[in-house]
């Protein structure tokens, strides 16, 4: 008798632990889905079924391998083989038909520390690594355009060390110093270069 009672108490907090990550899933505004050791989806919330075949396609039960794209398979495989073996989150970012992605890959292990199901998620970071790549290519505009211009260009704070927060390379060839040395006041501060007789009056004109 005890024993039923304990099979019944076992199964329905499985039941409650499965329901939970049904909703935990749901909630996430990502791709997710979490597998068994034998690579069996056991739950996938919306976002992930509608990438595959549509909201209403059915993929609970069904073998991974067999609804992702041919082409990525192969790959997806040599990931999981390593959260697998090593029991350790795994995080990588990668390009499919011109989006790239970032996926985080997490072992879940029971109370015996042994492997229990694997959770999966993707997110698509095409915009950010778009919005990246734009801000990359502005910098380096930007730093061909200051290593043309004579002397140099800066940003700094309003206080009384006119802390630097950049500076372009023309700084060194004026100041003697090297933009590093004084950016954050790393080495010296900008007003420490401002004659003592001036830097009153500098204070002053800029406020």
């Known amino acids: 008798m005890r024993q039923i009672r304990f099979n019944l108490e076992a199964k329905r907090s499985m039941q409650i632990n499965e329901?939970?990550?049904?909703?935990?899933?749901?909630?996430?505004?990502?791709?997710?889905?979490?597998?068994?050791?034998?690579?069996?989806?056991?739950?996938?919330?919306?976002?992930?079924?509608?990438?595959?075949?549509?909201?209403?396609?059915?993929?609970?039960?069904k073998i991974i391998w067999d609804i992702l794209p041919k082409d990525i398979v192969e790959e997806q495989k040599k990931y999981l083989e390593q959260v697998l073996l090593s029991l350790q989150p795994f995080i990588l970012q990668w390009e499919y038909k011109s989006n790239w992605f970032e996926q985080r890959i997490f072992p879940v292990l029971d109370e015996f520390g042994e492997l229990w199901r694997v959770a999966c998620f993707v997110s698509d970071i095409t915009e950010y690594k778009l919005a990246y790549e734009k801000l990359n290519e502005n910098q380096r505009e930007l730093s061909a355009l200051f290593s043309n211009l004579p002397g140099f260009a800066y940003r700094c704070k309003n206080d009384k060390d006119w802390t630097m927060e950049f500076l372009s390379q023309g700084c060194e060839d004026l100041t003697g110093y090297k933009a590093e040395e004084l950016i954050n006041n790393t080495k010296m501060s900008y007003n420490d270069l401002i004659h003592p007789d001036d830097r009153e009056r500098i204070w002053d004109e800029v406020q």
């Open 19 to 61: 329901l939970m990550s049904k909703q935990l899933l749901g909630a996430l505004n990502e791709y997710a889905v979490l597998v068994d050791a034998k690579d069996r989806i056991l739950l996938a919330n919306d976002k992930a079924k509608s990438l595959f075949a549509g909201q209403n396609y059915e993929i609970d039960g």
